[in-house]
C-alpha cells in the first residue's frame, strides 16, 4: 500500500503475525509485498533477497529494510504508526 | 513432557554431536530428552582443523562447531569433561569416573578413538606419567601442549609418516624447529598411497626442510627425565628435544566390550547403525564397525549420522548404511593428494594407468576393473580429481580414452590458478562478489560452499558461477571443506532427501505445504522451500492437493512472470505455435485497451504482453479468452513446432499436429524446473528440437527420434536419444514417462539436462523404455491424473470472486 508517499508491505505469517516492512527491495526495488514468507524471513521475489520481518535486517550483508510498528484492533483493521517524513 | 524418551550419548566428538544435530533436524527434540556425555571439556570442535591450529593459521575458538550456547539453545544436557565410565545394560544406566548414573532409553556410543602407541621403551615415567617431551596429537588439549613444549625448543621428531603425521611435522615446522619424521614402513602414508608415489611424495617434503626416515623401527626414547632422542631397532639413533606420537589409532570400544556388546576392531553394528546385540544402543564414528569397516575419516560418518537419525526418530525405519566408498583429497604441507579406493591392484584382470614425473614432483595412477575406475592415486596435479572422484562415487563407466583420465588434452590452456587471481576478480556478476570477499569469509568460519554462498550471496543468482564458487571455497579451506548435509535435501528446509521426503509424504498423507513443514521439519516453516515442496505436491497430490497460496513464488500466485518493475508478462498459450487471424485480433484489442506497453514474439514461438499491471491480470485474460501459457512457472511450457510434413518439401512426420497433442497433454504439469518441448518434421531440425527438454524428430519410415536433457540456455546441451517410437501415440507415452520420472525424481529447481547427467542416459532408458523397475504402468497412470487434474488457472482467477488478491492498495483508513 501507499501512504504519505511511502511504499509499505503489510504481511501475515502463516502463524498469524502482522508485520509492516518497507515495501520496496533495497536491492533493485522489488515489490516485497509480492515476496515469499516462511517464520519471519521475508524473500524478495526479484533476486531472493532476505529479510528478517522483526528487525528488517537482511540476512546477509549490512542492508536492510526499514520496519513499523504494526497492531491488528479487535474489528480486523491494520494500524500502523509511521512518523510523518 | 513426561513421556520424552532419555537418549544418552556417549562421546562429544564430530560423530556424537553431528548425529545429535541430525537428530534435532529430524524433530527429535520433541520425542527425546538428550544428555551428551563429554571427556573433552568443550563443546564439539572440527578436528580436522587441528594441524592448522597447531601451525597458528586458526585461532582455537574458530574451530567450534558447536559452542556450548548451542547445547543450551537446543536442550541438550552436555556433561563437559565427565568421562563415561560403566554401562549396565539390563538396568539402562550409563555411570560416570564418580559413579554418579545416568539412566538411557536409547544410549548411542560415538567415544571416537585414541592415538595407538606402540611398545618403546623411555615412553613412560616410573609414575606411569608420559615423559616430558613425549606427545600425542588427538585434541585440542594435545595442540595446547605440543605448542607450550615447542618454544624455544631446537628439533622435534614424529613418529609415524602418515597423513596425520606429516600434518604434525608440517605445524611443527611453524615453531622453527628442525622436524624429521621417522616412519616404520618402506614409503610415507602407506593407506593412500603406494611406493612410487610414497617416494616421489617424500622428494617433495624433503624440499620443503622436513627429514624423513624410513624403515627405522623406534625403540626407545632417550631421556632419563625428558625426551633427549630416539634409538632405532638398528641401532642407529636421532637426537631431538621432543617427539609426536603418531602411529594410527585404535577405537574407544571399551565401555561396549564391559557389557557384553560384540566388539571386534571396534564396536560391531548392524545396518542401522545398531549394536548387533542390544536394539537400544546404537553406535557411529571411528569407534563403529560396519561390515567388517572402520572408517577413520569424516565423510562415511556424516553418512552414518543420518542413516542413524533417521532410525532412531522412526523418521525412516529402514533407514540402512550400505557403507562408504573412501576418497579423499588433501593438502599436505602445500603438496595436493587424491587418493580413492584400491592403491594397488588386486585382481589379475585390473588394468593399471600411470604416469610419473618425479622432478615435478607428479604422480598419477588409476586401477580400472571392467571399465570402471576401483582405484587411484594423484599427487601434485589433482586437476581431474574431482571428476575422477565423481565416476568412481557413481561408479559409472569410464570413456574409452584413457589418456584424458589423467589429462586434459587439446582443451584451452589451463586457466589461471585461485593463487594467481587477484582478490579483486569479480566471481559472481549477480551480486557483484570478488574473489577476495569469498575468501574472507572461509576465514570467517564458513567452511563449506553453501554456508559460503548464504552470507555472501555468490552463485545465488543465475548460479552460473557456482562452480566456481565452490572451487574457491575449497581452495580456500586448502582441501578441508565441510560437507553440507543439505546438497542432498530436495529443499533445504527439509532434512530429507526426494525419495525418502515422497515415502514420508505418501505414509503420512501429507497434502499441504504447512503439513509437511509441521511434520517433517520440526514445524518450522522456511521460505526459500515453499516453491519446491509446492511443486512436490501437486506432482503427487494432483487433484486432491492442498493448495496454500503463500507456499508459490509470486509468479505461481499470479499465473504471471513478475518484471523488473513489479509489473507481469502475459502468454497465452499458442500450441506448436499455431494461431489465427481472430486469435490475433483478440490479443491486439486487449494490448490496446490495456495500454500493453510492448507486445513481443517469443523464442518459444508465442506472443508475450509485457508490462501489464498486477490488477488487470484479470481482465486481461478474461478478454483475452486464452489459456495460460504458464510461461511463469515451474512446469511444462510449451512445445514448439516446425512446419512439418503439411508444407514443408523435407518434412517427414507430421510435427505441427503432434505439438498439439503434446501440448493437450502435459499443460499444467509442475515439475522440478521449466519443460520446454518440441517437435521436428525432419532431422534438419528447425524447430531445435534436439536441445530442448523433451524432443521429438521425425526419421524416414514414419518413425520419431526421442531426445531428453537437450538445453539451450545458459547450459548448452544435445539431448541424448531416449528411443524411438512408431506414431504420435507412442511417442506421447514415452514422453509421458519420461516426464513422470524427472518429477519424481529431481531435485527441485534441477533441469532436465542436469538430472539426465545425475542419473545417466542409460538408467533412464532402462526404467522408462524397458520398465527395468516395473513402475512403467504406474508412471503411465500417474501422467493420466495430472493430465485429467488440468485447470485452466487464468480461468479459475477471472471467474472466482479474487480480484483484491490482485490488488496492490488495501483501503487505507488514516
Ligand atoms: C589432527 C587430525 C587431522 C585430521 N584430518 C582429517 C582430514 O583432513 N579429513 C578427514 O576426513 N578426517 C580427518 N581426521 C579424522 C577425523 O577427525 C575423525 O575421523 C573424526 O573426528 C572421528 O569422529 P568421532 O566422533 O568418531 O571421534 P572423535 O571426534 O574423536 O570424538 C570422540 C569423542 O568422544 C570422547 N570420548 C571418548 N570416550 C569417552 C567416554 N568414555 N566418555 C565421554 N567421552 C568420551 C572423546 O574425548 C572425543 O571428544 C583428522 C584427525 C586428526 C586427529
Ligand atoms: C550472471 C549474472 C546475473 C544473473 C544470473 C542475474 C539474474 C537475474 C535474474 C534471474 C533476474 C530476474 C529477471 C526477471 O525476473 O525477468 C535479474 C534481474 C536483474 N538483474 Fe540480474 N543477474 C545477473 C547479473 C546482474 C548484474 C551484474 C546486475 C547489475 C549490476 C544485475 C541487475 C539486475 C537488474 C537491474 C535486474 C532487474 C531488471 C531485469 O529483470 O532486467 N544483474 N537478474
Ligand atoms: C522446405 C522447408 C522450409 C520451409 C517451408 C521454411 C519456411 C521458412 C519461412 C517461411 C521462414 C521465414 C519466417 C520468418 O520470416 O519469420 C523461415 C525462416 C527460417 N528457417 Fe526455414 N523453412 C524451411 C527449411 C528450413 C531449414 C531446413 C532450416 C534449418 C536447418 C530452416 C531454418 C530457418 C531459420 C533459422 C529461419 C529464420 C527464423 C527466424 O527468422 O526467426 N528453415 N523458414
Ligand atoms: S525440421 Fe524438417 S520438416 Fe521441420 S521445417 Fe525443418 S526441414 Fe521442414
Ligand atoms: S530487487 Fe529485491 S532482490 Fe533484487
Redesign the interface.
Known sequence: ???FGLDIA?VRT?AGAVYAVEGKCPH????L???????T???C??????FDLETGQA???ECGIKTYPVRVDDKG??LLTIDKP | MKDKKKLVVIGNGMAGARTVEEILARGGGDQFDITMFGDEPTGNYNRILLSNVLNGSYREDEIYLNPLSWYRENDVTLLAGVRATGLLRRARLVFDEHGEAVPYDKLIIATGSRPFIPQMEGTYLADGAMKPGVFVFRSLEDCRKIAAYARGKKSAAVIGGGLLGLEAARGLQNFGLEVSVVHIGGHLMPAQLDPAAGEILKKSMESLGLQVLLKKNTKSILGADHVLGLRFADETALDCDMVVISAGIRANWEIAAGSGLTVERGIVVDDHMRSADDYNIYSVGECAQHRGQMYGLVAPLWEQAKVLADHITGRNPNAAYHGSKVATKLKVMGVEVASLGVSEPQQPEDEVIQFSDPKRGTYKKLIIRNGRLVGGILLGDISKAAYLMQSFDRNTPLPDERLGLLFDLGDPPQQVTFDEMSAATQICN??GVSKGAIVACVQSGKRNAKAVM????AG??CGSCKAMVREIVEWACGGMVEEDPSVHYYVP?VPLAKPDLIRAIQQHNLRSV?AVFDLLAGG????????GLASLLKTLWHAEYEDEK?AR???E??HAN?Q???TFSVVPQIPGGVTSPAQLRRIADVAQRYHVPLVKLTGGQRIDLLGVRKEDLPKVWEDLGMPSGYAYGKSYRTCKSCVGSDFCRFGLGDSIALALKVEAEFQGFDSPHKMKLATAGCPRNCSEAMVKDVGAVAVEGGRWEIYVGGAAGSAVRKGDILCSASGHDEVLKYMGRFIQYYRENAKYLERTHAFVERIGIDRIRDVVVEDSEGIAERLDAEVAKSKAAYKDPWKEAYTSAVAKEYS???P???
Open positions: 500500500m501507499q501512504a503489510i502463516r533493485r526495488g522489488g515489490p509485498a509480492d515476496g515469499l514468507i516462511g517464520g524471513t521475508l524473500i521475489p526479484l533476486h531472493a533477497w532476505k540476512l546477509f550483508g483493521h491494520v | 549477480c551480486n548464504d552470507a555472501t550471496r545465488m543468482g528446509g504447512s518450522k516453516e522456511d521460505a526459500a522451500s515453499k516453491p503463500d513464488f509470486i509468479n500466485r499470479v513478475i523488473k518493475d513489479g496492490p492498495l488495501l487505507v483508513l488514516s
